[in-house]
């Protein structure tokens, strides 16, 4: 239902020439929404990639 929702968003703001954007979690969402007409995309949060981060040097020090 929410997908559809911003789908008819996206749609409406194009028929108005307007730029629409949508805020995303990860790369292949964004890629998948400007596919669908998205011309505007915001990739991830600070706290996502610090998450991240955190996970990879967790990781590092754990495979020494």
Known sequence: AVQNAIQRVIDCARTANIP???????????LLWQERGATLTAV???????????QRALSAIREK
């Open 20 to 30: 629409a954007g949508v805020f995303t979690a990860d790369s292949a969402s964004a």
């Open 44 to 54: 991830g949060a600070d706290t996502l990639f610090l998450a991240s981060a955190a």
